[in-house]
């Protein structure tokens, strides 16, 4: 199962009234998996600053919940210990280590007491071995690529290695990590249609350099 996959949290998915909070998910995949595992009376919401229109659907099921607003913004009151999941993923990248700090922080408060909370963000230390590099040396280099332009934003390439201590210092206990190695691309990944995805997400990224390298040029940072 699909949720199997990207949730690694232990909770009791027949619950009734289960929350579950996607933070930064830009569109419904996430959430859909989520639709599919829990009952109608469950409520899912979906917060992030924008919609990826294409893969949101045309009518939302009753049951969820969407909120426009940023990570760095704060929380609706109600929002406050009222989650059993809190997930995010791959949305820190925009914050230097004491945004990500607090966002972290400001995402936990949102967990019920009992309840999970489960940040993932990519590797971008750039710590690759010589055999990795030796593998994949085109990912490498976009890879470097990404950091150096992360490091030009004044933003932080690190998130994934502190994770745990961004949860510890919010207050979180029984913090477990988990690694995933993706294959990705079109000679690596798994099956034709994850090489064609994947290999359109990494294109989407040189996209994105190039974007971030127009504004250090300019002087403007877009995030
Ligand atoms: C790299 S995408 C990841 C999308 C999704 N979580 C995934 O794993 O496929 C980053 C997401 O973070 C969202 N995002 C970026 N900055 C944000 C902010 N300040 N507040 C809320 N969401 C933000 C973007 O809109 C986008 O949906």
């Known amino acids: 199962m699909l949720w199997a996959a990207i949730s ?10 289960l929350r579950v909070l996607a933070s ?10 989520m639709a599919a595992m829990v009952p109608d009376t469950a409520t899912l919401v979906w917060a992030d600053t924008e919609a990826n229109a294409v893969l949101m659907p045309s009518s939302l099921p009753p049951n969820m919940n969407l909120v426009r607003k940023s990570i760095t913004e704060p929380w609706p009151a109600g929002f406050h210990q009222s989650f ?3 997930s995010q993923r791959m ?14 922080c400001a995402l936990f408060s949102l967990v019920k007491p009992g309840g999970w909370i489960q940040l993932l963000e ?12 030796l593998c994949c040396p085109r990912t490498a280099e976009l890879c470097d690529l ?3 332009s992360m490091n030009a934003m004044g933003k932080s390439n690190q998130h994934c290695r502190d994770l745990k201590g961004y949860l510890r210092a919010a207050g979180a206990i029984d ?11 079109a000679s690596k990944a798994l099956t034709t ?24 040029q300019s002087g403007k940072f877009r995030i």
């Open 8 to 17: 690694h949290f232990p909770i009791d998915y027949l619950y009734p009234a």
């Open 24 to 33: 930064g998910p830009a569109d419904w995949r996430w959430l859909e998996n």
């Open 84 to 86: 059993d999941v809190v």
């Open 91 to 104: 949305t820190l990248e925009a914050c230097d280590s004491n945004t990500a700090q607090a966002v972290a």
């Open 122 to 133: 990519c590797d971008h230390s750039g710590g690759f071995t010589a055999e990795q590099r």
């Open 146 to 148: 990404v950091v150096s």
């Open 175 to 185: 913090i477990v990590k988990t690694i995933m190695v993706l294959p990705v691309g």
């Open 193 to 216: 249609e994850l090489q064609a995805s994947t290999t359109q997400d990494l294109l989407s990224v040189v996209d994105d350099l190039r974007e971030v390298n127009q504004s250090v």
